[in-house]
Every structure is written in C-alpha cells, then in structure tokens.
C-alpha cells in the first residue's frame, strides 16, 4: 500500500510564499495522476493544482498564477509552491493520488472526489 507523507506547511504572511512537499513511496506504477487539494474550516475540499505522468498540468482559478505544482521522479516527490498568498489561502493542504491513473482521466484532475490515496496533511496558515 503506497503513503504519501505532505510537508512544509506553516504561517506566513499575506504576499509570502511556501513551498509544500509531498513524498511518495509504495507506489509502482508509471502512469498516475497527484494533485495537491485543501480544505478550509467548514468548507468543502478543493483540488487546486493536479499534474499526471503525461505532463499536463492544471490548476483552478483561485490559485493560477501564483501556485506551481511540479515533481522530482529522483527524490519520488511532489511539491507545490505557493507565491503571492492570501488569507484566504488557509487552510489543510493534502497530497493525493491516483496510481495507474485510472480514476482521474477525462478533466478529472482537480476532482478531489475520485483520488482514493491520501496523505495527512500540511496546516497552511496566511494571517498578518
């Protein structure tokens, strides 16, 4: 069974930047989909940038431009940076997966919904 452990979260303030880490281990496939999802107090989880083994990469509208998923294939790692941050950005980040990239396809990167492997989570907090 794969586990994906998030770090690098923490309080910054509004204009800051971060940059979350997601390692992997456990998991064989070469073909996958990892998206990186929050969720803030009382809201519903939001997938806000996904890429997947074929370079696509996709993000949602309240964090393009300013948030840059990319990967490292040598240290089996995701990471997420996060530049120009809002309050508004607060909230649990989560690593997820999609090994086999079977559930994700057809624009279904950002759909939180059908990622089956998660990590713990990362507290992002924005606040001056």
């Known amino acids: 069974e794969g586990q994906l452990v998030e770090s690098g979260g923490g309080e910054v303030q509004p204009g800051g930047s971060l940059r979350l880490s997601c390692v992997t281990s456990?998991?064989?496939?070469?073909?996958?989909?990892m998206s990186w999802v929050r969720q803030a107090p009382g809201k519903e989880r939001e997938g806000v940038a996904a890429l997947d083994s074929e370079g696509q990469k996709t993000y949602s509208d309240a964090v393009k431009g300013r948030f840059t998923i990319s990967q490292d294939n040598t240290k089996n790692t995701i990471y997420l940076r996060m530049n120009s941050l809002k309050p508004e950005d607060t909230a649990m980040y989560y690593c997820?997966?999609?090994?086999?990239?079977?559930?994700?396809?057809?624009?279904?990167?950002?759909?939180?919904?059908?990622?089956?492997?998660w990590g713990q989570g990362t507290q992002v907090t924005v606040s001056s």
């Open positions: 997820a997966a999609d090994p086999g990239y079977c559930n994700t396809r057809g624009n279904r990167l950002l759909d939180w919904k059908a990622y089956k492997h």
């Open positions: 456990g998991f064989t496939f070469t073909k996958f989909a």
